[in-house]
T-cell receptor
Framework: QQQVKQSPQSLIVQKGGISIINCAYE??????FPWYQQFPGKGPALLIA?????SEKKEGRFTISFNKSAKQFSLHIMDSQPGDSATYFC?????????????FGKGTHLIIQP | GAVVSQHPSRVICKSGTSVKIECRSL??????MFWYRQFPKKSLMLMAT?????????EQGVEKDKFLINHASLTLSTLTVTSAHPEDSSFYIC?????????FGPGTRLTVL
């Protein structure tokens, strides 16, 4: 049973456009929702994370939107750049993100075309 | 801050041999260590969780006698893949946690011939 569903599997966006990746979760005990960026052969790097007490969080060009009632959250990358081309994973965990392991979505392969 | 190292970065071994992977948190103390496995073009899957000085807790389907985890100190954890087989070939990533936030290592690519 996949507890975090991520879509789309792959995404192509023109430079300067907005990249949007969506995730849905099932376990209502989750209380920490991070997004990670991963380049080939490297470990994942935390981009931005949100807790369910807020509906939106913005850091630079990255924004998370969170809908608790729908159990969905999304990542928006504004002004997408070729350097943003990578695989993006949403994740979720209990206990605020430090004491429990993360459940990851299947990933989205993002390509930004120049 | 939050620097994590893994050694080796990649290793190739023969089937039936054992391989040890080290994970160090260089500038913080990790009360909890998570180990993940990632097959090519797939997502990260949690393998096990360990707290310093305690036995590791393994996720369903992960053989505890095959993947030995030692978390002897707050800055060092090791994962030993015993009697490795080709199906164990994967990218292994450690994630030390302060209890508030977890950080990811650069990963170790294991190839079993």
């Amino acid at each position: 049973q996949q507890q975090v569903k991520q879509s789309p599997q792959s995404l192509i966006v023109q430079k300067g456009g907005i990249s949007i990746i969506n995730c849905a979760y099932e376990n209502t005990a989750f209380d920490y929702f991070p997004w990670y960026q991963q380049f080939p052969g490297k470990g994942p790097a935390l981009l931005i994370a949100i807790r369910p007490d807020v509906s939106e969080k913005k850091e630079g060009r990255f924004t998370i939107s969170f809908n608790k009632s729908a159990k969905q959250f999304s990542l928006h990358i504004m002004d997408s750049q070729p350097g943003d081309s990578a695989t993006y994973f949403c994740a979720a965990s209990k206990s605020g993100g430090g004491a429990d392991g993360l459940t990851f979505g299947k990933g989205t392969h993002l390509i930004i075309q120049p | 801050g939050a620097v994590v190292s893994q050694h080796p970065s990649r290793v190739i071994c023969k089937s039936g041999t054992s391989v040890k992977i080290e994970c160090r948190s260089l500038d913080f103390q990790a009360t909890t260590m998570f180990w993940y496995r990632q097959f090519p073009k797939k997502s990260l899957m949690l393998m096990a969780t360990s707290n310093e000085g305690s036995k590791a807790t393994y996720e369903q389907g992960v053989e505890k006698d095959k993947f030995l985890i030692n978390h002897a100190s707050l800055t060092l954890s090791t994962l030993t893949v015993t009697s490795a087989h080709p199906e164990d070939s994967s990218f292994y990533i450690c994630s030390p946690s302060t209890g508030v936030e977890q950080f990811f290592g650069p990963g170790t690519r294991l190839t079993v011939l």
